[in-house]
């Protein structure tokens, strides 16, 4: 139980081009879902925290404008990267929290992005 | 704030010999605290938590961790390593339940035979 999937696992696209990263609780409902950025050999960044209906809470210096999450559903988060760029490439890892009382959160396997 | 410190970067350790991987916090309050491990170009896998109660923590694939409140730390041991755990491992720490996690920068973990 308490999976957590990613579509896509990896995509390239063209600088200027918008990419939509999906991520879904497959076997639980999730009130909460994060985002996460990670650079090659380096740790987990928080992004953005998600809740169901609501808008995202986005952690400091990260751009709202460019990364768009929106958590329509207990299952479903995505984000979309606005008008990509190079710097934008990156490991984005999203994890689900299925309540307040879980304690725990449930990751997903991750989407390699590359901006050409 | 809380934080979290990995010191060791990167350890090699030779394979059928002991691990310990080590983990200081930094937080206001009782944490809950994770290791998660990491295989090359994939998600985080839960090896361990601990919220509560015993100390000392079993995990899956044969680690363990022990909360030391005096020295907040909270390392992870492995009495034997295998090949297949080369990988890299992070420690988090947070406040429970749907509240973001803060991570360590990881160690990475090589085995040589």
Redesign the interface.
């Known amino acids: 139980g308490a999976v957590v999937s990613q579509h896509p696992s990896w995509v390239i696209c063209k600088s200027g081009t918008s990419v939509k990263i999906e991520c879904r609780s497959l076997d639980f409902q999730a009130t909460t879902m994060f985002w996460y950025r990670q650079f090659p050999k380096q740790s987990l960044m928080l992004m953005a925290t998600s809740n169901e209906g609501s808008k995202a809470t986005y952690e400091q210096g990260v751009e709202k404008d460019k990364f768009l999450i929106n958590h329509a559903s207990l299952t479903l988060s995505t984000l979309t990267v606005t008008s990509a760029h190079p710097e934008d490439s990156s490991f984005y890892i999203c994890s689900a929290s299925p309540s307040a009382s879980s304690y725990e959160q449930y990751f997903g396997p991750g989407t390699r992005l590359t901006v050409t | 704030a809380q934080s979290v410190t990995q010191p060791d970067i990167h350890i090699t350790v030779s394979e059928g010999a002991s691990l310990e991987l080590r983990c200081n916090y930094s937080y206001g309050a009782t944490p809950?605290l994770f290791w998660?491990v990491q295989s090359p170009?994939?998600?985080?896998?839960?090896l361990l938590?601990y919220?509560s109660g015993d100390t000392l923590v079993q995990g899956i694939k044969g680690f363990e961790a022990e909360f030391k409140r005096s020295q907040s730390s909270f390392n992870l041991r492995k009495p034997s390593v295998h090949w297949s755990d080369a990988a890299e491992y992070?420690c988090a720490v947070g406040p429970?339940?749907?509240e973001?996690?803060?991570?360590?920068?990881?160690t990475?973990l090589t085995i040589i035979p």
Do not use: C, S
């Open positions: 809950y998660y170009g994939q998600g985080l896998q839960l938590k919220f992070f429970g339940g749907n973001k996690l803060t991570f360590g920068t990881g990475r």
